[in-house]
């Protein structure tokens, strides 16, 4: 089966869509708001991505990147992808759609950071994430996973004194 990754627009369409999936949420409902309050147009900055079988969205995710500034996980420090509402309807599971979505992110070639859903271990396994040491401060009570492209590796935790030599 051919399966192609597009760029989904910020429209009504798509957040029509988006109604089919369990984790449609208060991102989705701020998206809504955006639109009615300014009827953004399609062009407009979109971080989902999905996949559609014919004329069906069938699978999708978000993805954003975060400046390097800001990277408190990955060694060298460098703009990472964060993976956010990756998710697959359930008829279509089982069926390589969330390895495609996941594919295509790694195809940036960023580190990427993600906070699964329950019960999802396996398949992020399967897709080469790693859990990360847990760190209270880092975490906040998130149970992120990773995944590290050649010559990335995990950053190390510099103790408080050094940090504020920085």
Not at 6 to 13: A, D, E, G, R, V
Not at 19 to 32: D, P
Not at 58 to 80: C, I, N, T, W
Not at 91 to 110: H, I, S
């Amino acid at each position: 089966m051919y399966m192609t990754v597009k760029k989904l627009s910020i429209n009504y369409k798509t957040l029509e869509e988006f109604k089919q999936f369990r984790e449609y949420g208060i991102q989705e409902l701020s998206m809504l708001e955006d639109l009615q309050d300014n009827i953004i147009e399609n062009d407009s900055e979109s971080p989902f991505y999905g996949i559609y079988f014919g004329e069906k969205l069938v699978a999708r995710m978000s993805l954003y990147r975060v400046s390097k500034e800001l990277d408190k996980y990955f060694e060298p420090r460098q703009d990472y992808l964060e993976l956010w509402k990756l998710e697959v309807l359930s008829n279509y599971q089982r069926k390589g759609f969330g390895k495609e979505l996941v594919d295509f992110a790694k195809g940036f070639g960023l580190p990427i950071k993600t906070n699964p859903r329950v019960k999802s271990a396996d398949f992020w396994n399967r897709m080469g994430f790693t859990s990360v040491h847990y760190d209270v401060e880092r975490d906040l009570g998130e149970n992120p996973l990773v995944w590290y492209p050649e010559g990335v590796k995990a950053q190390e935790r510099l103790s408080t004194k050094e940090e504020t030599t920085d």
